[in-house]
């Protein structure tokens, strides 16, 4: 019975093998615009990034302010053009990763987990109960002095915790990406690999 089971699990996934560049495919495509807005917001406001990446008071405090800002720049917006096509997507998927591991621990770690305020996720800490009471007053005043359905039509109004949630998620899926390439039949790696050997 399971040896039977276990067969058709094996022929069920011999019949998607040619579908397997679709997920790293989808994976490059949810990260090109994070990559993209992040790295191109740091290009144009460029002098503001060096003075957070080097201000110890109310920036990041990280040595060498300039050369950072600029590799993180660059790497972001490098990246997601490299994402999109698919080209070199190894290669470029370890600087990505390294960006996202620094953010999660300079910019995101002592806000706890979670990038959206919500007191009853299961990782809920301090600074995110301290927000639910910020989150009630916004409500109040927008509710009393605001048009909140107005504002409130497209979705629910929140409050950003800026925890390592979404850091965390990108470093994953840079990593998925290191193993598993720009994706069969989907990128350029593809076919630069099929032309190489030929």
């Not at 040896?3 to 579908?19: H, I, M, N, P």
């Not at 800490?125 to 639910?132: D, E, L, M, W």
């Not at 994953?172 to 076919?191: H, N, T």
Request: with cysteine.
């Amino acid at each position: 019975m399971f040896a039977s089971f276990y067969q058709c699990y094996l022929q069920l996934g011999r019949k998607f093998t040619l579908l397997d560049g679709l997920p790293a495919l989808a994976i490059r495509l949810y990260l090109v615009p994070v990559f993209w807005m992040a790295g191109t917001s740091k290009l144009n406001h460029f002098d503001s990034t060096v003075a957070w990446f080097g201000n110890a008071d109310w920036g990041l405090g990280l040595p060498f302010p300039w050369l950072m800002a600029a590799l993180a720049s660059a790497t972001e917006a490098l990246g997601a053009i490299l994402l999109l096509l698919g080209f070199g997507t190894r290669l470029i998927s370890i600087p990505l990763a390294i960006t996202m591991f620094v953010a999660a621990l300079t910019v995101h770690w002592q806000n706890g987990w979670q990038a959206i305020a919500d007191a009853s996720a299961p990782f809920a800490n301090a600074s995110v109960f301290a927000a639910t009471e910020k989150l009630e007053r916004a409500r109040d005043i927008l509710q009393t002095h605001g048009n909140y359905e107005w504002l409130t039509e497209s979705g629910n109004f929140v409050v950003l915790n800026n925890g390592i949630e979404f850091s965390a998620t990108y470093f994953i899926l840079c990593l998925a990406l290191l193993v598993m390439g720009g994706g069969r039949y989907v990128s350029l790696d593809y076919y630069t690999a099929k032309y190489v050997k030929n």
